[in-house]
C-alpha cells in the first residue's frame, strides 16, 4: 500500500471517529446535557427556563451533576420531571420522590422513582422496600442515599 493510501485511510478513520462522537455527544432533544447518554422517555428531566427546556438529562444524577444553570437561565427557571405510571411531565417541587431496591437507571445505578401522585409513591415503597426522601434536585445529599 502507498503513503498516499494509507494518509487517505487514516483520514478517513478520523473524519468517521469525529462524526460519530459528535452524534453520541450532539446535546440534541434526546440527548443529556451531562454525559450524551440517550434520555429515556420515563426518565427525561429538564432545567426549564420559562416553558422551554434549558437542558435535559437522561437521570436526576445528572440533573444533580449538572454545575450550575446555563448562563441564561433567569432566575425563573425550575425542574419539570415525568411521573413512573403516566410519563406526564410534572413540576418537581410538585412531585413525591422515593428510593427503593428498583434500578431506575442502571448505568448510574440509581434507585429514586418519581411520582405525581403520593398514594402510588407509598404503595411504591411498600411493595419494593422503599422511603419518600426530600426533592433531589432542591437537596444536594437527598439523593445520596439512592446508591
Do not use: N, Y
Not at 426549564?48 to 425563573?76: G, I, Y
Request: glycine fraction near 6%; proline fraction near 7%.
Amino acid at each position: 500500500m502507498s503513503h498516499r493510501a494509507i494518509l487517505l485511510w487514516f483520514a478517513a478513520l478520523t473524519i468517521f471517529a469525529i462524526v460519530s462522537r459528535a452524534q453520541v455527544r450532539g446535546g440534541g432533544p434526546d440527548r443529556c446535557s451531562f454525559d450524551g447518554a440517550v434520555i429515556e422517555p420515563i426518565r427525561r428531566v429538564d432545567l426549564m427556563e420559562d416553558s422551554t427546556p434549558a437542558a435535559s438529562f437522561c437521570s436526576l444524577a445528572c440533573a444533580r451533576a449538572w454545575p450550575a444553570l446555563p448562563p441564561s437561565a433567569s432566575h425563573q427557571a425550575w425542574w419539570r420531571v415525568r411521573d413512573e405510571v403516566t410519563g406526564l411531565a410534572i413540576e418537581a417541587r410538585r412531585a413525591t420522590f422515593v428510593t427503593s431496591r428498583v434500578v431506575t437507571v442502571p448505568a448510574r445505578g440509581e434507585r429514586i422513582h418519581v411520582f405525581a401522585d403520593p398514594t402510588a409513591a407509598m404503595s411504591h415503597c411498600v411493595q419494593f422496600g422503599g422511603a419518600r426522601i426530600a426533592d433531589p434536585l432542591l437537596s444536594p445529599t437527598a439523593g445520596d442515599s439512592d446508591k
